[in-house]
């Protein structure tokens, strides 16, 4: 079965730090770009971050330069999400995505989904 499982939301207070995975099974994510989205109740879903196959390229929202990281280890099959200095704003469902060969902020690109995990930012 190929699926995208997400863990390492939770609760976490306003300028805390939080390290979400994206851990794929049934399928090697080597020669698939990955993103993360996000959903806050009452929006759209929004891109966060890409990052490429091969080449590692990343591409950030700007809402999230220069306080999120998004990262790739091939061995693990596995993409994580850094964030630091998390504001209530970030508060939302994250999801990560494989988008085969290409890194891209396009939902209907891609092939496979999460379900998600929470990120609540609160003091």
């Known amino acids: 079965q190929l699926q995208l499982v997400e863990s390492g939301g939770g609760l976490v207070q306003p300028g805390g730090s939080l390290r979400l995975s994206c851990a794929a099974s049934g399928f090697t994510l080597d020669y698939y770009g990955v993103g993360w989205f996000r959903q806050a109740p009452g929006k759209d879903r929004e891109a966060v971050a890409c990052?490429?196959?091969?080449?590692?390229?990343?591409n950030y929202a700007d809402s999230v330069k220069g306080r999120f990281t998004i990262s790739r280890d091939n061995s693990k099959n596995t993409v994580y999400l850094q964030m630091n200095n998390l504001k209530a704003d970030d508060t939302a469902v994250y999801y990560c995505a494989a988008q085969y060969r290409y890194c891209s902020f396009n939902v209907p690109n891609f092939n496979y989904w999460g379900e998600g995990t929470l990120v609540t930012v609160s003091s």
């Open positions: 990052i490429a196959p091969v080449d590692t390229r990343t």
